[in-house]
């Protein structure tokens, strides 16, 4: 009888593991995440219950204060550790095309990976000063020849397949990317919106409806970022990529990787 149970045991420990090894690869847990509720009585507390502009400026409040600013210098090493590929701490994942690539791969030749403003730098004309232009929230390692045909569009659904990023869309005023980027690419733009309200010598950055900003301090389409929030909610890699932001590099968080409702509860 006890050596059935045993049996049994081993062969559940042999099964089991298998599925459950491949399903947690690609999602490490966020190194010493608080738990959520611990998050909304401390950082959180004076956005709760909150919505529309009152839990806008809630927000900017809290993620503005006690900010560090990176040098545009900086940026580099602060990406090859929050977006450090989880199955290979050498490398980096890349926006847009999710490939693994060499860390020391930085560079601006073809076959680099270099710094991807999501808020296009163009709208709003930020530049690469402390600011909007360092604010790693938004920035993200991508593939050169990528980010190039990216350029300053706006985001939205639509278009012909690019060549070289597999799942992503483009046409003359806009880009989509690939779906596992979708939120990704949303949530960036949510913070972008609330951490720059006209402060700073820096615009008021803000989201339209719109395609084709061109340098206006706004970006779109916000009727398509609020689906892609929904479509591709938070990920493993997002929330640690969150939690290093805040530990180790500026101090803040982006709210809306730990509560993407709010998204909706702003702007829906
Ligand atoms: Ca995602
Ligand atoms: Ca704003």
Redesign the pocket.
């Known amino acids: 009888m006890h050596r059935t149970l045993l049996t049994g045991a081993v062969t559940i420990a042999l099964i089991s593991p298998l599925p459950l090894a491949t399903a947690t690869v690609a999602q490490p847990a966020p190194a010493a995440a608080p738990a959520a509720a611990a998050l909304d009585d401390a950082y959180y507390e004076d956005a709760l219950g909150l919505s529309g502009d009152a839990l806008k400026d809630a927000l900017h409040e809290i993620v503005s204060t006690g900010v560090t600013t990176l040098t545009y210098a900086q940026v580099w090493d602060a990406l090859k550790d929050t977006d450090q590929d989880p199955a290979n701490p050498a490398n980096v994942v890349l926006l847009y095309t999710g490939q693994s690539r060499s860390a020391d791969r930085n560079g601006g030749n073809v076959g680099d990976w270099n710094r991807e403003h999501v808020w296009a730098q163009s709208h709003g004309d930020f530049g690469t000063g402390r600011g909007p232009g360092t604010d790693v929230h938004h920035l993200r390692a991508a593939d050169v020849q990528v980010n190039s045909s990216r350029g300053n569009k706006d985001f939205d659904d639509g278009g012909s397949p690019v060549s070289n990023a597999p799942g992503n869309y483009t046409d003359s005023d806009s880009w989509e990317p690939r779906d596992q980027d979708k939120g990704d690419i949303a949530r960036m733009l949510f913070y972008m ?2 951490r ?2 006209g402060g700073d010598g820096f615009a ?3 989201l339209n409806d719109a395609v084709n900003n061109g340098s206006r301090p706004l970006h779109g389409r916000l009727s398509t970022l609020l689906e892609w929030n929904e479509l591709d909610p938070p990920s493993a890699f997002e929330e640690r990529r969150n939690e290093l932001i805040h530990d180790e590099y500026q101090g803040n968080r982006n709210p809306f990787v730990d509560h993407p409702e709010w998204a909706e509860a702003i702007w829906g």
């Open positions: 919106a609330v720059y309200e008021d950055l803000e």
